[in-house]
């Protein structure tokens, strides 16, 4: 497509589920990220895909949370055994891997976690 | 480490006056500055971006300005309009030798909101 898509849009679950969250970048963009806004804050990075480098996990906030990326497509966040405070929008984004004035990091709607 | 700061949480500016949006950076290694523009329930979206090689760039009623020296960026927009209101978030990244290096760090965001 012609954007980045991200599904669920919204995600309601309990406590203490897993939830996975989807990301469809745009199409040739080397580039991945996940980032996430809780109410009220800034975005917060979680994880850098960069083609075939190792990814960038430094912003995962703890180990139930994870992400994969096949290739340079499709990319999965999961978190297990969710806790209220992974409320959040969950955004990705992507690009090419140089930026420029032509070329820069475009964001999906972001997926909006809630646990109850 | 936040290496991206926005240190004003929010502005209010009346319609047809100047926005002044204002960020800092720690990290002497970015290279590459833009800012992003979020309203509620959508991702952001791209507005301007500059290189460290300039120190204004121009883009309609959109102007950013480097200072390298005093690592400090700063976004005008001239004249506000209400549908100006967003929040606005800087970023920073290392883009040289036509490679992007690492994930963009963004700030904490400037919530603007322009009165008629």
């Known amino acids: 497509g012609a954007g980045v898509s991200q599904s669920p849009s919204n995600k309601v679950t309990e406590k203490g589920k897993d939830v996975e969250l989807r990301c469809d970048p745009i199409?040739?963009?080397?580039?991945l990220y996940w980032y996430r806004q809780r109410l009220g804050q800034g975005l917060e990075f979680l994880i850098y895909f960069q083609g075939n480098s190792a990814p960038d996990k430094s912003g995962l906030p703890s180990d139930r949370f994870s992400a994969e990326r096949t290739g340079e497509s499709v990319s999965t966040l999961t978190i297990q055994r969710t806790q209220q405070e992974d409320s959040a929008v969950y955004l990705c984004?992507?690009?090419?891997?140089?930026?420029?004035?032509?070329?820069?990091?475009?964001f999906g709607a972001g997926s909006r976690l809630t646990v109850l | 480490d936040q290496q991206v700061k926005q240190n004003s949480p929010s502005l209010s500016v009346q319609e047809g006056r100047i926005s002044i949006l204002n960020c800092d950076y720690t990290n002497s290694m970015f290279d590459y500055f833009l800012w992003y523009k979020k309203y509620p329930a959508e991702g952001p979206t791209f507005l301007i971006s500059i290189s460290s090689i300039k120190d204004k760039n121009e883009d309609g009623r959109f102007t950013v300005f480097l200072n390298k020296s005093a690592k400090h960026l700063s976004l005008h927009i001239v004249p506000s309009q209400p549908g100006d209101s967003a929040v606005y978030f800087c970023a920073a990244i290392r883009n040289a030798g036509g490679t992007s290096y690492g994930k963009l760090t963004f700030g904490q965001g400037t919530i603007l909101t322009v009165h008629p």
């Open positions: 199409s040739g963009h080397t580039a």
């Open positions: 984004a992507s690009s090419f891997s140089v930026l420029s004035g032509a070329n820069v990091l475009t």
